[in-house]
């Protein structure tokens, strides 16, 4: 009979051969994809249950400690959107130790980007620069190419937070020529998105609707359906941008199918929240508000602070030019309030002072 080390140390490896299961299905994309994240999260509690084993040894067995390192990597796909990014740093972190001390190369390869990702999604980026260069240089060390590309994509992600736009292009181009010799044409579609985004930070939209709509292309031939909505959605925005109204909602109504199709309450917010923009630009400001409510409300349950702010600070722009004070306060005291618990000086301040306005009338 095995003794409870020797169990536990099963259960765990049991169920991270799960996880790497659901990671290779969810990179398939289309139906293979909603099959790993059912997968996923049918079995979280137990994944949970064996990482948390597999933590708790990682300093006095090996095993274990390979374990826990290999749940930090398979987990990424699933953990970003679910995870606080502090959370994230803060397990990560533990695995890389871990993997120092087995001097697992590779491993610390991986486990570099995805911190790198973390402190992207804290809003760090400097610090994320930081992990993507020691990342960069192990996967360079080991000859590892598709490690290299998926690194540059995500330090050019981090220079474009910086508003550094041609570095970030430079990052993606030669991310793209790895992607294209590798036949990786997932990374592909992510890298060509990447680049179209760019260049619509550069003002030149002609130009990134070619990298969306080949981003697009590449995704329906691989089955990615939400990468091919994220695309979709940015095509959306370009032709927004350049005030085809018509098209642009053609985009949007596509990519709220899609993320309704796969339960994507995040892309669907943010297509709510497109469709919002376009009735307000289209003089439809009833149905704006519909859009920009309904992208509130899932913001709201998913705990996704920056929709949060942009659906209500889309309704204050439009209840501000209904000149509906009452629901013009309202609402500005939310986006106030959202804005401060995001860190926002001002908004701190300002709500500092309507605390003391209120306190001095009582």
Same mark, same amino acid.
């Given at each position: @009979?095995?003794?409870?080390?020797?169990?536990?140390?099963?259960?765990?490896?049991?169920?991270?051969?799960?996880?790497?299961?659901?990671?290779?299905?969810?990179?398939?994309?289309?139906?293979?994809?909603?099959?790993?994240?059912? %997968?996923?999260?049918?079995?979280?509690?137990?994944?949970? %249950?064996?990482?948390?084993?597999?933590?708790?040894?990682? /300093?006095?067995?090996? =095993?274990?400690?390979?374990?826990?390192?290999?749940?930090?990597?398979?987990?990424?796909?699933?953990? =970003? $959107?679910?995870?606080?990014?502090?959370?994230?740093?803060?397990?990560?972190?533990?695995? !890389?130790?871990?993997?120092?001390?087995?001097?697992? %190369?590779?491993?610390?390869?991986?486990?570099?980007?995805?911190?790198? @990702?973390?402190?992207?999604?804290?809003?760090?980026?400097?610090?994320?620069?930081?992990?993507?260069?020691?990342?960069?240089? !192990?996967?360079?060390?080991?000859?590892?190419?598709?490690?290299?590309?998926?690194? #540059?994509?995500?330090?050019? %992600?981090?220079?474009?937070?910086?508003?550094?736009?041609?570095?970030?292009?430079?990052?993606?181009?030669?991310?793209?020529?790895?992607?294209?010799?590798?036949?990786?044409?997932?990374?592909?579609?992510? *890298?060509?998105?990447?680049?179209?985004?760019?260049?619509? +930070?550069?003002?030149?939209?002609?130009?990134?609707?070619?990298?969306?709509?080949?981003?697009?292309?590449?995704?329906?031939?691989?089955? &990615?359906?939400? $990468?091919?909505?994220? +695309?979709?959605? &940015?095509?959306?925005?370009?032709? #927004?941008?350049?005030?085809?109204?018509?098209?642009?909602?053609?985009?949007?109504?596509?990519? !709220?199918?899609?993320?309704?199709?796969?339960?994507?309450?995040?892309?669907?917010?943010?297509? !709510?929240?497109?469709? /919002?923009?376009?009735?307000?630009?289209?003089?439809?400001?009833?149905?704006?508000?519909?859009?920009?409510? +309904?992208?509130?409300?899932?913001?709201?349950?998913? $705990?996704?602070?920056?929709?949060?702010?942009?659906? #209500?600070?889309?309704?204050?722009?439009?209840?501000?030019?209904?000149?509906?004070?009452?629901?013009?306060?309202?609402?500005?005291?939310?986006?106030? *309030?959202?804005?401060?618990?995001?860190? +926002?000086?001002?908004?701190?301040?300002?709500?500092? =002072?309507?605390?003391?306005?209120?306190?001095?009338?009582?």
């Amino acid at each position: @009979m095995p003794s409870l080390c020797e169990a536990q140390q099963r259960h765990a490896s049991c169920y991270l051969s799960l996880l790497r299961q659901a990671e290779i299905r969810y990179k398939e994309g289309g139906e293979a994809q909603l099959g790993a994240l059912s %997968l996923y999260f049918d079995n979280l509690p137990n994944i949970q %249950l064996g990482q948390n084993w597999a933590e708790s040894q990682a /300093g006095v067995n090996r =095993q274990a400690a390979e374990i826990f390192s290999a749940y930090q990597i398979g987990a990424i796909e699933f953990d =970003q $959107g679910r995870l606080h990014p502090r959370v994230r740093i803060r397990s990560l972190q533990s695995a !890389l130790a871990v993997a120092e001390g087995l001097s697992d %190369l590779g491993v610390q390869a991986a486990l570099r980007n995805n911190l790198g @990702m973390a402190y992207a999604d804290l809003g760090q980026p400097h610090e994320a620069i930081a992990y993507y260069q020691q990342a960069m240089f !192990l996967a360079r060390l080991l000859g590892l190419p598709a490690r290299k590309a998926s690194t #540059l994509v995500n330090l050019g %992600l981090a220079y474009a937070d910086l508003k550094d736009t041609e570095r970030a292009i430079e990052c993606y181009q030669q991310a793209l020529e790895i992607d294209r010799a590798e036949g990786n044409h997932r990374d592909e579609a992510f *890298t060509l998105c990447n680049l179209g985004l760019a260049y619509a +930070d550069l003002g030149e939209f002609q130009r990134a609707i070619e990298f969306y709509q080949a981003a697009i292309a590449l995704n329906r031939e691989t089955g &990615n359906r939400q $990468g091919e909505g994220a +695309d979709i959605g &940015n095509l959306g925005s370009a032709y #927004l941008n350049l005030g085809d109204l018509d098209k642009a909602q053609a985009c949007f109504e596509q990519q !709220l199918a899609i993320a309704r199709e796969l339960s994507d309450r995040y892309g669907a917010g943010n297509a !709510l929240g497109n469709l /919002g923009i376009v009735c307000s630009q289209r003089g439809e400001p009833a149905r704006a508000i519909t859009y920009f409510k +309904d992208q509130l409300q899932i913001a709201r349950k998913i $705990g996704d602070k920056y929709g949060e702010e942009n659906a #209500l600070d889309c309704l204050t722009r439009v209840y501000y030019e209904l000149e509906d004070k009452q629901q013009l306060m309202t609402h500005n005291f939310e986006l106030a *309030t959202v804005r401060a618990e995001m860190g +926002d000086r001002e908004a701190s301040e300002f709500l500092e =002072q309507l605390r003391q306005a209120e306190a001095r009338r009582k």
